[in-house]
T-cell receptor, first 111, second 118 residues
Framework: GEDVEQSLFLSVREGDSSVINCTYTDSSSTYLYWYKQEPGAGLQLLTYIFSNMDMKQDQRLTVLLNKKDKHLSLRIADTQTGDSAIYFCAEMNTGFQKLVFGTGTRLLVSP | GAVVSQHPSWVICKSGTSVKIECRSLDFQATTMFWYRQFPKQSLMLMATSNEGSKATYEQGVEKDKFLINHASLTLSTLTVTSAHPEDSSFYIC??????????????FGPGTRLTVL
């Protein structure tokens, strides 16, 4: 079955870059996503990457995909205190049409 | 656009009662809706997938008689937790997918419902 792993916690200072990592096992994933969850709230899609891409940049966000190693990362440039949240990576297996979420990384940004 | 609402946002009930949670797509037609469960400090676990007008498909280990899902229209799905017990206390999140909305199969998530069973 699918298995998506993330490191549990990341702490950075305001203005620094944050890098959140994710590893997955399903090589047939077509889309991979990064979601943000603030306390007591639902999920907000931040960005996504198609599996035939290596990199995608969207303003402060950069997604890198290493398909060979099944490794996905999210870099947040100039991290702000408002970026403090839990970040989930997720993969979509279009065969089953369902999302499999990672374990989540709690990002804490200190002033 | 593509807003999903849930109601209620939180509910407290006594053990043995049933609780219904609604998930609505406000500005699009949701061909497929998903129900997730999230325990504190844990990830989202898919419970079931429902398509309008057909029976829900439950994930392994999810009791379909315990968690009743109805997707009666293209904008509404309901999850009923029957005979709730304290171990059913959790954060329940729905999402919706609409045909042709995005090319990357985006699911739009509701804000979640926190269920506490006493």
């Amino acid at each position: 079955g699918e298995d998506v792993e993330q490191s549990l916690f990341l702490s950075v200072r305001e203005g620094d870059s944050s890098v959140i990592n994710c590893t997955y096992t399903d090589s047939s994933s077509t889309y991979l996503y990064w979601y943000k969850q603030e306390p007591g709230a639902g999920l907000q899609l931040l960005t996504y990457i198609f599996s035939n891409m290596d990199m995608k940049q969207d303003q402060r966000l950069t997604v890198l995909l290493n398909k060979k190693d099944k490794h996905l990362s999210l870099r947040i440039a100039d991290t702000q205190t408002g970026d403090s949240a839990i970040y989930f990576c997720a993969e979509m297996n279009t065969g089953f049409q369902k999302l499999v979420f990672g374990t989540g990384t709690r990002l804490l940004v200190s002033p | 656009g593509a807003v999903v609402s849930q109601h209620p946002s939180w509910v407290i009930c006594k053990s043995g009662t049933s609780v219904k949670i609604e998930c609505r797509s406000l500005d699009f037609q949701a061909t497929t809706m998903f129900w997730y469960r999230q325990f504190p400090k844990q990830s989202l676990m898919l419970m079931a997938t429902s398509n309008e007008g057909s029976k829900a498909t439950y994930e392994q280990g999810v009791e379909k008689d315990k968690f009743l899902i109805n997707h009666a229209s293209l904008t509404l799905s309901t999850l009923t937790v029957t005979s709730a017990h304290p171990e059913d206390s959790s954060f329940y999140i729905c999402s919706a997918e609409g045909t042709g909305l995005t090319i990357y199969n985006e699911q739009f998530f509701g804000p979640g419902t926190r269920l506490t069973v006493l």
